[in-house]
């Protein structure tokens, strides 16, 4: 039977009949396979477990250092990249919009806000289906094709005459930009144990804040010298933004592996101990075939709405903020140009925040509690920019500063998904109910900034706190749920007959199968 140990692990490729783990709502009964365990049904890794079937596997702590250090080498770099110019694509938007963007193509504030919703409309559209084909597609090559595509539709913004091309290119630049977060989230998954995840999404994720850093000095740059150029100053930050991210994607077709298992990088020895090492995470690597019962279970799964609940009222303040962050300074009291450049300690401080509650969360084995410290510090923020003085433009910027901690919820929620939902069907269904309604909260986002409100639009504000703190208490329901989910859990392992399936490590159950599984929190 094989086992996952710190310092040795007896692989076996043989599979014996065994318990039943399934669940009955509180109902449990040991002594029996699982209904849906199917022998011939496994986890691609299984495989390559299975040829090295009687061996002794030694998990030396020092070489799974090494390891995870060579496959950070391999992997971060591009993740991180990648997901920031997925955020940059979005803010461009923002910088264009006092660059001359509105008046050049002849809209208002409402046409605006469509042009900014309209992409997640097509995200919304094609989530689920580009969820159903990161499960069936090779992983790396499909992420890349989708990165090319958008990057290319990004550029042709510059090309943009009237609100309807607008409307037309943002929102297949959203179907395009749909699979980069939960291709992501199984990228994560696939490589790294679960107590690593948490750390990583941290780490991709925070490249949010390096995007929006990088994009206002870039901005900046381009306003100031905006009269010598040949073209208009929002034309050239789409086609700077778009041909770099078509570019990434094609070193990221060329050098990213889809997974272990053809991962050049790796020789054969540590693509089994790649492999072994991640046993722990009761999920295994993949599994390609559609299970309509754990596309059910995602559906029945009460957290899973608890997550799709954080996702719709939490991204109303992204919706919104992200595409109005720039006229915002600029209603604090601040120039256009002064606004650019002002956005990036906001940048600063989303990495900051991400990074180091991530390896809070991680130090003090409690992701959900650390990382729920971000969205209260945003609502102290949004406060500062509600109620403080209009004259008051260094205490409504620090409040902006503030609110920019928000992304460490959305990102916690994110690893979870990554971490704690089990069975590759149902991982993916439950990406796609949570981008589903992260695409619902940032169209409605962009839409409470009305025409009338303007410049200091203290209604959506308002609108925005309200939500940021529903999505708060969201976190804290999460954290209770799962808590309980381990001590039933724990309950079933302990109990008199209680056996554990060979391999079901690689058998791709869901996490409400599997009593071996254990909930981060």
């Not at 709502?25 to 390559?48: I, M, R, T």
Request: hydrophobic share 45%; net charge neutral; aromatic share 14%.
């Amino acid at each position: 039977m094989s086992t996952y140990q710190d310092t040795k692990s007896s692989v076996s490729g043989s599979a014996e009949k065994a318990v039943d783990v399934s669940r009955e709502s509180d109902c449990h009964e040991v002594g029996h396979k699982p209904k849906h365990v199917v022998d011939n049904d496994l986890d691609e890794a299984f495989e390559l477990v299975a040829a090295h079937a009687g061996e002794t596997i030694i998990l030396d702590p020092e070489e799974q250092k090494r390891l995870l250090k060579k496959i950070d080498r391999h992997l971060m770099p591009f993740l991180c990249v990648v997901y920031g110019l997925n955020f940059l694509d979005k803010t461009t938007l923002s910088y264009a919009s006092i660059m001359g963007f509105k008046t050049d193509i002849n809209i208002g504030i409402s046409e605006y806000n469509w042009v900014a919703s309209i992409f997640y409309f097509g995200y919304l559209v094609w989530e689920w289906p580009t969820n159903w084909l990161l499960q069936r597609l090779p992983l790396a090559k499909y992420s890349a094709f989708n990165v090319i595509l958008w990057g290319l539709i990004l550029a042709l913004m510059a090309s943009v005459k009237n609100f309807g091309g607008a409307l037309a290119i943002r929102f297949f630049l959203g179907a395009a930009e749909a699979a980069v977060s939960p291709g992501f989230v199984l990228f994560t998954s696939q490589w790294y144990t679960t107590p690593e995840q948490g750390t990583r999404v941290s780490w991709w994720f925070s490249f949010n804040g390096w995007g929006q850093i990088v994009g206002g000095t870039v901005a900046y740059g381009i306003a100031t010298t905006n009269e010598s150029l040949l073209i208009k100053g929002w034309q050239l930050i789409f086609l700077v933004f778009g041909l770099f991210t078509a570019l990434m994607g094609v070193l990221f077709l060329y050098l990213m592996p889809d997974s272990q298992l053809n991962a050049r990088f790796l020789t054969e020895h540590e693509r089994l101990i790649a492999v072994e090492r991640i046993r722990v995470n009761q999920q295994g690597l993949g599994n390609k075939r559609f299970k309509w019962y754990q596309c059910k279970e995602a559906l029945t799964d009460p957290v899973i709405w608890a997550f799709v609940t954080f996702s719709l009222v939490g991204n109303i303040p992204n919706g919104g903020i992200t595409n109005y962050f720039s006229q915002l300074i600029v209603a604090f009291g601040f120039t256009a140009k002064q606004s650019l450049l002002l956005g990036v300690p906001g940048g600063a401080v989303q990495v900051i925040t991400l990074v180091s509650f991530g390896y809070l969360g991680r130090k003090f084995n409690n992701r959900i509690l650390i990382n729920s410290m971000g969205p209260l510090l945003a609502i102290l923020g949004l406060f500062l920019i509600r109620f403080l003085p209009i004259e008051n433009r260094g205490g409504r910027l620090a409040g902006y500063y503030l609110y920019s901690s928000s992304s460490t919820g959305f990102v916690c929620i994110l690893s979870l998904i990554s971490s704690n939902i089990a069975g590759w069907t149902k991982k993916t269904t439950a990406a796609a109910m949570y981008l589903i309604a992260y695409c619902v909260g940032n169209i409605i986002g962009p839409q409470v900034f009305r025409p009338g409100d303007a410049p200091t639009y203290h209604t959506a504000i308002t609108i925005v706190l309200v939500a940021l703190i529903l999505a708060y208490s969201t976190m804290w329901f999460i954290f209770f749920w799962y808590r309980r989910q381990n001590a039933i859990n724990a309950s079933i392992r302990g109990a008199p007959g209680y056996t554990k399936i060979e391999g079901q490590e690689f058998r791709d159950l869901t996490d409400r199968e599997n009593f071996e599984f254990v909930y981060a929190l």
